[in-house]
RNA sequence: GCCGGAGUGGCGGAAUUGGCAGACGCGACGGAUUCAAAAUCCGUUGCCCGAAAGGGUGUGCGGGUUCGACUCCCGCCUCCGGCACCA
């Protein structure tokens, strides 16, 4: 049945040309049902229009953002750049909780482009990694077809919600066009080092440089390498860089050596370790359910992040990131951003800074004789160093082997075997202090006493130096491991002079009993203390102060196919050697067998690619690496390719750089708070690295962060607290009760899943509603943080606000527009406290509370009826959230452009203030009259008002008016007595 | 255990940061329309007492500051998120 929008979509004086760019209605069934009036909006309308209006916008390409030098650039137009986090397109499709942060990010779009902003919105395919990979693997097919597929499903199914993304630039991270450039930056990153000299005014010091500028360093001797191959500069002391990569070996002394002293297998050795994409022999994740390693982000309570497989530490050669190079930056700069504050505290204690010192212990000889060496320990309480009773080292500590004794060897030996053999699920879930004595003692630097060295894995190798003073006195482990091994216990610090300690104390106080002949900590505060005893280690050559971070360097080999080759290759010794750039992309082999091998020991699926493994450069025969890099690398730096989507000579052009992510970055990007650390610490990384090495003008990717909430679900649950699925419960007299057993069960909100049955759809919502109703809903639900749960029944509420709004416009008998001549002095007031709250709540992601001014405001002008004029400022503000019946409008309306690229209509300050206010007089604090008042009344006016009010009069008989205050604008308030 | 965030009608949620608590939506109830139902439209709707007028009470709990507190302070309870043998 046709809807009659071609006989009628045009007033007198429009232009009837159809060949205007958003111009002609089709035809298509709009009432499904045949039911009610002809030109009701009704589903079956929805997607009528819905669709036109995507195809009209495909067409013109309306959102094609262009970039500095390109056609249709005006410079003069202020960027925004609304950025979403990408979606992994799994094999399941889009569920509910995609488009939310998806639609909140277009409403924004879509204003700021009626605002005159020059909007990037892209979208694009995090196609890497595990879960396509896994997906892959359990279906038996190629993970490549699979991921394909899915983003296929994955952009029709956003296409269908009117999103208004510049589809010429949508990206993948499987493509070769882009990931040549994932793996240019990595080599970039190889070719680099950490600068720990660079000053940054005033800001924490570093920047990564091009590696050949160590080189000249070491060369031209304005840096030497110390034993364990740290570098130092000339004069100075202590080591550059000193946090992370370094064997901690504890061992003090040796001395400098100049690069002319090296031999070239040391100098090479020297380079490669200070790279910032280096090869590390490191304790890593192993997971054998997954057949590869992970990051320490990946791993959560021992277990895969990904799956929840075990992970078991073994130590493995791996590329690894020198993330931690940049801890005091990316702690420090969280101060530069915008982000959730939730989010920002999850980074900095992923970070894990801590101040304290390093003291060196040094070790009494198997027959009791000082030796040379010493154990280092990292403590942030040097202050409680007088109560260090015994020293505990992590089992895998270097130096265990040297000092253990020859009567300990055996049961130190028999503890470390047990030790490896448990994976960290099991050393997590046993929180005893297991341990035993090496037989190996040392001294305590300040008290002068023989203390015995134990080992034991309460203790970490991965932690500061992977020993620990214990003062069981002032720390709650200790004191236990202590009573399980009956160790002493001393009392050094009190919360106050005089004060009775019951240990452990670990609280902050005042020394006691901390003296010796040369230095003393007694009654002195703990931070005090802590720069007095500092001070006298640093005397004694004994220890320093320093700083420790939880942040380990990132691990980036994994041993899986669906992922970025390395542009690595290694000769017959191992060595490995960086393609030049010109060998770019390396492109992933195309395997039959792409499957990871569970097993103890890595076995990459690309060291079956055949041929692919050998590369002849210069007659010389090469293997090329059999890692792929993890999933997070494409996503590192997505949003910086969407700037310059289809650049072949740069990752990204520097001019479009500079545009797009000039005024400090991406001005929104939302996306879910479970990134907190994994891609929002990573990405941040290797843009600082890109901005050290000049590619990148702004220090942070993402000057403002937002997350969306998680959409969640009802669930339904037995008295016994077990859970029913939702299609087994049915409400009746307004309770819910379980089919079966006719129990009553209780609603809960719960997270959308497969087995309870309570996940929802968006085709199924859209084919039902239409988009514009589902955008809706999804803003409509709360505040756009917030966790919310779904409510199917409330859909309707949005759909019948649409609704109102086309029967306010369009006659639901004739489907002409049906307007008045002049405007109604309320409605009229009404649209502009409607468009001044849109403006100001979108403007602030508020836009549960922009709809239900809208709603208001069309509940307002529902009995009145709207002008020509007022529907066309309506449509405007309601197009950001629900554009298609919006253009459907504005072209019935006579309007050839498209209404998404109209300008946003002002609104009258004088307007938005009423003439007369009402003011509540209130006596002793309850409201008792109501006045209408001039709105600039004074308080003195108001008062006189107020008392004169015949009931405030009746109420305040008998009584003493004791006070009156008066607040223009809002109420009186008498005090009475 | 530590660190965040939150607790408001039957439900989702508002409240310009100290000024009329419950905007807006759902649901429910009543009415219009309909042969009827659905859809739609109009009205009512925090709770208690009252036929009504009206009165009382009310933002997790207990105190406090203030003319006035959902909002600020102190002490608890519950839920959600994060971290957790990090020295």
Redesign the pocket.
Known sequence: MPHAADDHARPEGASDANDAPPGAHSDTGAQATG??PRN?Y?AALAEEIETRWQRQWEQHEAFRAPNPGDVGFDPAKPKFYALDMFPYPSGSGLHVGHPEGYTATDILSRYMRMRGRNVLHPMGWDAFGLPAEQYAVVNNVHPRDTTVKAITTFRRQLKRFGFSYDWSREISTIDPAYYRWTQWIWLRCYHAWYDHRVENKGRAPGRARHIDTLIQDLAKERLLVGPSGELIEPGAQGALGSIGGEPMGGVSGGFARKWIELTEQERKEVVDSRRLAYLGEQTVNWCPALGTVLANEEV??GRSERGGHPVNRVPMRQWMFRITAYADRLLEDLDLVDWP??TR??QA??I?R?E?AEIDFPLFGPSGEPEQQSLR?????PDTVFGATFMVC?PEHPLVDEITTPGQRASVEAYRAAIAGRSDVD??E?????GVFTGAHAMNPATGERIPVWI????????????????PGH????Y?FAAAHGLPVRVVVAPEAGAIVEPPYAGQGVGVGSSNSEVSLNDLPTPEAKRVIIAWLETEGLGSGTV?Y?LRDWLFSRQRYWGEPFPVVYDEHAEPHPLPESALPVVLPDLDDFRPTESDDPKPPLGRAGDWLRVEIDGKTYTRETNTMPNWAGSCWYYLRYCDAHNDERFIGEEAERYWMGGGGVDLYMGG??H??LHLLYARFWHKALHDLGFVSTPEPFRKLRHQGLIQSYAYQRSNGSLVPTDEVEERD?AFVEIKSGEPVK?I?A?MSKSLKNVVNPDDVIAEFGADTFRLYEM????IE????W?T??I??????L??VW?LAVDEDTGELSLRETPHEGVERALHKATHKVRHDIENL?F??A???M??FV?EA??EGVTRDQLHRFVRILAPFAPHICEELWSRLGETGFVSLAPWPAHDEAMLVDDT????V?I?????A?LMVPAGADAATLETLALEHPDVRS?LEGLTVR?V?A?P???V?I?AT
């Open positions: 039911r009610g009701r009704t959560i309570d504050h939730s505290t999850q204690e992923w894990g801590s304290g320990v990292f403590t942030t309480r992590a050393r997590m046993s929180k005893d202090k297991s034991a894995d309460y203790v970490l190798m991965g932690y500061g130096s992977g020993a620990i003073m214990s003062v720390d709650e482990r200790d236990e420790q939880k708070a479970e907190a650390v307004g609603q909100v997270k409509y639900m709360g505040p917030a966790a919310k749960p409510n029944r409330d309707i509420g949005p759909f019948r606000f609704q109102r029967r508020a549960n509370t709809i239900a001014a709603i208001q509940n529902t009995g206010v009402e003011i509540a209130q002793k604090g309850k409201v008792r109501k109420f006070k205050i607040v604008g809002r109420l308030n005090v």
